[in-house]
């Protein structure tokens, strides 16, 4: 089992940028794959960006070019870049741990692809 711990949400408004953080537990963090999901209000969760254990990324296809997704193994932490934000961004943002932390994802994932869930963390865009 993965502890994650998500901070660097906030409310900002359209068009400026946040990064946040999800800080992992254990010494195999560099093994295994991470990805980023989020919930809008009324809304299901869904993927938003997913990083495998090498340099591979996947993104959804809404933050394409606005979005980096980014892993320091270091300081067991991954981040997510968020640029041009726009109003649909809105909601709460969550880190994943692969699930028998594998070095791979499939894309678009399933929840059931992640055994390990932070907390969450608020994005909200607003002018």
């Known amino acids: 089992q993965v502890q994650l711990v998500e901070s660097g949400g906030g409310l900002v408004q359209p068009g400026e940028s946040l990064r946040l953080s999800c800080a992992a537990s254990g010494r195999t963090f560099s093994s295994f794959a991470m990805a980023w999901f989020r919930q809008a209000p009324g809304k299901d969760r869904e993927s938003v960006a997913g990083?495998?254990?090498?340099?591979?990324?996947y993104y959804t296809d809404s933050v394409k070019g606005r979005f980096t997704i980014s892993r320091d193994n270091a300081k067991n932490t991954v981040y997510l870049q968020m640029n041009s934000l726009k109003t649909e961004d809105t909601g709460v943002y969550y880190c994943?741990?692969?699930?028998?932390?594998?070095?791979?994802?499939?894309?678009?994932?399933?929840?059931?692809?992640?055994?390990?869930w932070g907390q969450g963390t608020q994005v909200t865009v607003s002018s």
């Open positions: 990083i495998e254990a090498g340099t591979t990324t």
């Open positions: 994943a741990a692969r699930s028998r932390l594998l070095r791979w994802l499939r894309w678009p994932p399933t929840n059931n692809d992640f055994g390990s």
